[in-house]
């Protein structure tokens, strides 16, 4: 086959659970740049990538959305309340309980992922409406699989440090920051090239405690 032997990843751009109002919503899908360049990376070195972006698949005007997913944030799976801009809204990465709802449809996002056919998998999460669904979809994909999970992205990037330790309880990775260098240095590791203290800008759990690597940042060339 002409992909045997090459490391496989499957990079996700997750949905998002956004205030709806059928008045004024504006249904926006930006490019998602940043796993273009994690993907383009990743090919050079000769990896086997793909892209999915549900946020196009899955969104408010999807008729497979469950209904509570469609409504108003007044009270929600998400422990969410509406105009509350408190950390405290993400719920379920502190209770790991969310609306028996919900699950039918994480596992048809995990159907769609077919996590089985790769060897990492990971998620850009662009902002705050991706990430307790982000989470509660990679809990189930751990309780399935025993494939790695590595998350990233702006929102990572800015708010990822308030959700340790709670985070590893669905994640096995944490990349802050630059993510081109950082997610070939830690498939090297995963391959058994590296140690993984060697992994820039990674975070991670081990023996029940956090340990966060030094932060490099790279311009833009040599990503």
Same mark, same amino acid.
Request: aromatic fraction near 12%; include cysteine.
């Given at each position: $086959?002409?992909?045997?032997g090459?490391?496989k990843?499957?990079?996700?751009?997750? @949905?998002?659970?956004?205030?709806?109002?059928?008045?004024?919503?504006?249904?926006?899908?930006?490019? @998602?740049?940043?796993?273009?360049?994690?993907?383009?990376?990743?090919?050079?070195?000769?990896?086997?990538?793909?892209?999915? +972006?549900?946020?196009?698949?899955?969104?408010?005007?999807?008729?497979?959305?469950?209904?509570?997913?469609? &409504?108003?944030?007044?009270?929600s799976?998400?422990?969410?309340?509406?105009?509350?801009r408190?950390?405290?809204?993400?719920?379920?990465?502190?209770?790991?309980? $969310? +609306?028996?709802?919900? /699950?039918?449809?994480?596992?048809? $996002?995990?159907?769609?992922?077919?996590?089985?056919?790769?060897d990492? /998998?990971?998620?850009? /999460?662009?902002?705050?409406?991706?990430? +307790?669904?982000?989470?509660?979809?990679?809990?189930?994909?751990?309780? &399935?699989?025993?494939?790695?999970?590595?998350?990233?992205?702006?929102?990572?990037? !800015?708010?990822?440090?308030?959700?340790?330790?709670?985070?590893?309880?669905?994640?096995?990775?944490?990349?802050?920051?630059?993510?081109?260098? @950082?997610? &070939? !240095?830690?498939?090297?590791?995963?391959?058994?090239?590296?140690?993984?203290?060697?992994? @820039?800008?990674?975070?991670?759990r081990?023996?029940?405690?956090?340990?966060?690597?030094? /932060?490099?940042?790279?311009?833009?060339? +040599? $990503?």
């Amino acid at each position: $086959m002409e992909d045997a032997g090459r490391f496989k990843v499957k990079l996700i751009v997750p @949905p998002g659970v956004d205030h709806y109002n059928p008045a004024t919503y504006v249904h926006e899908i930006s490019l @998602p740049y940043g796993i273009g360049v994690l993907a383009a990376s990743l090919r050079q070195r000769n990896c086997h990538v793909e892209l999915e +972006d549900f946020r196009i698949r899955y969104n408010v005007f999807h008729e497979s959305l469950p209904n509570i997913l469609k &409504q108003e944030f007044k009270t929600s799976a998400f422990g969410k309340r509406k105009n509350s801009r408190s950390l405290k809204k993400f719920g379920f990465i502190r209770s790991q309980e $969310m +609306d028996p709802d919900i /699950i039918p449809f994480l596992y048809r $996002m995990l159907d769609f992922i077919g996590a089985e056919h790769y060897d990492l /998998i990971g998620f850009s /999460i662009l902002s705050s409406v991706q990430f +307790d669904l982000t989470m509660m979809l990679c809990q189930r994909l751990k309780q &399935q699989t025993d494939k790695k999970v590595v998350v990233g992205g702006p929102f990572i990037n !800015a708010y990822g440090k308030f959700f340790y330790p709670g985070i590893f309880n669905c994640v096995d990775y944490v990349i802050t920051g630059d993510g081109a260098i @950082p997610l &070939q !240095a830690l498939i090297d590791h995963l391959r058994g090239k590296n140690n993984i203290t060697q992994i @820039p800008n990674l975070t991670y759990r081990k023996d029940e405690k956090v340990f966060s690597n030094p /932060i490099e940042k790279y311009p833009l060339e +040599d $990503m």
